[in-house]
């Protein structure tokens, strides 16, 4: 009798099919290199599981690839004529978006399997990294920010404001026409280089502390020194209204309720809906403010790039601005949700019956 030899090994699907005995392919997804060749292939089953498959140059066989990760859709990313480019966890939620005319990326293996080989391709890329809402799926989007934020022109971390990911977001009737101006709301990431601190409650007791009386610019109505909101439905006039109160303190005016005469100093304005030339000009003049002190504050110039003022970004520079000046009494936001605030004020917003805060 011949001796007994092992049968070579198939590089085949089928020799694979026994670790997937009562499962079924239900989507193939095809990582391809900068010039369009194939070099992954990601298998997912039902019940949910994956497999990976790497190409030898005629055909495909089971294993990762030698060679470095790529960027799902890499040739799309490098072809698109724009250079915003979402990072998401997944293949199905890259796919979703890049149908929907977005350039959308992900890395294979799942959460917390990104490597910095990746980082390369999003050099000079404004880069949205929407992360899943849980905690895999948040710390893996904060290793990707990690990964490319030497090399990105900007990174923001995105968290959809309900469904646990991008598809589910649209599945629940997400609108892709805010989907870029509800990213851009975000913060810019940036990379903390200082010791984590332990982060332990601090305690005050009541008996250490003096009491004061409120200061106010307006008696009653507008204290010194603190965050006043001024809610109304839209179109009520909430801008009409903080204009007159800013030509009030500039001219020094009496208030309208008889409580004295506003003290006069300077005023800064912060406004992403109203022209300067043809609305706020013209308000001001109506109310008989002084316009050689009111400023309003347009843009930021960061490295050579102007861009819009963010206030959890930018309150330093705005700090510095108001201790030069010198005489400044009053900042109107209008509204707060379009200079960085609009994620952290939305569920407020929601409760408030759709009041909007100027």
């Given at each position: 009798m011949d001796a007994w030899k092992p049968?070579?090994?198939?590089?085949?699907?089928?020799?694979?099919?026994?670790?997937e005995q009562g499962s079924k392919v239900v989507a193939e997804y095809v990582y391809r290199t900068p010039k369009g060749e194939p070099y992954l292939k990601v298998l997912r089953y039902e019940p949910t599981s994956f497999r990976q498959q790497k190409w030898n140059g005629s055909g495909w066989e089971w294993g990762k690839p030698d060679g470095p990760q790529l960027p799902y859709l890499l040739p799309e990313m490098l072809k698109a004529v724009h250079t915003t480019v979402f990072i998401?966890?997944?293949?199905?939620?890259?796919?979703?978006?890049?149908?929907?005319?977005?350039?959308?990326?992900?890395?294979?293996?799942?959460?917390?399997?990104?490597?910095?080989?990746?980082?390369?391709?999003?050099?000079?890329?404004?880069?949205?990294?929407v992360a899943d809402a849980d905690k895999p799926g948040r710390d893996h989007a904060q290793q990707v920010a990690r990964s490319i934020y030497s090399v990105a022109e900007s990174v923001r971390l995105i968290e959809m404001p309900f469904g646990k990911d991008i598809s589910e977001w649209l599945d629940q009737g997400g609108d892709t026409a805010t989907l870029i101006d509800y990213c851009e709301g975000f913060s810019l990431w940036r990379l903390d280089t200082a010791p984590a601190q332990p982060q332990d409650i601090e305690l005050v007791r009541l008996s250490s502390v003096e009491a004061e009386p409120v200061e106010w610019l307006w008696p009653r109505r507008l204290p010194k020194g603190k965050l006043t909101l001024l809610i109304g439905d839209p179109g009520v006039g909430k801008s009409q209204i903080s204009i007159d109160i800013v030509s009030r303190l500039t001219s020094g005016a009496r208030w309208p309720n008889d409580t004295g005469n506003a003290p006069q100093g300077r005023c800064l304005i912060l406004s992403a809906e109203d022209g300067v030339a043809d609305t706020i000009h013209p308000r001001v003049d109506a109310a008989d403010g002084d316009p050689n002190v009111i400023e309003v504050i347009s843009a930021v110039n960061e490295k050579g790039n102007s861009r819009s003022f963010d206030l959890q970004q930018d309150?330093?520079?705005?700090?510095?601005?108001?201790?030069?000046?010198?005489?400044?009494?009053?900042?109107?936001?209008?509204?707060?949700?379009?200079?960085?605030?609009?994620?952290?004020?939305?569920?407020?917003?929601r409760r408030a019956g759709g009041a909007r805060a100027g």
């Open positions: 049968r070579e090994k198939s590089n085949s699907s089928n020799a694979h099919a026994y670790h998401v966890e997944g293949e199905k939620d890259a796919d979703r978006l890049t149908s929907l005319g977005f350039v959308a990326t992900t890395s294979s293996q799942g959460a917390g399997k990104w490597s910095d080989d990746l980082a390369q391709w999003f050099e000079g890329k404004k880069v949205f990294i309150l330093g520079r705005l700090e510095r601005v108001i201790r030069e000046r010198g005489d400044v009494v009053l900042i109107v936001i209008d509204p707060i949700t379009s200079h960085g605030w609009r994620r952290r004020l939305a569920s407020h917003h």
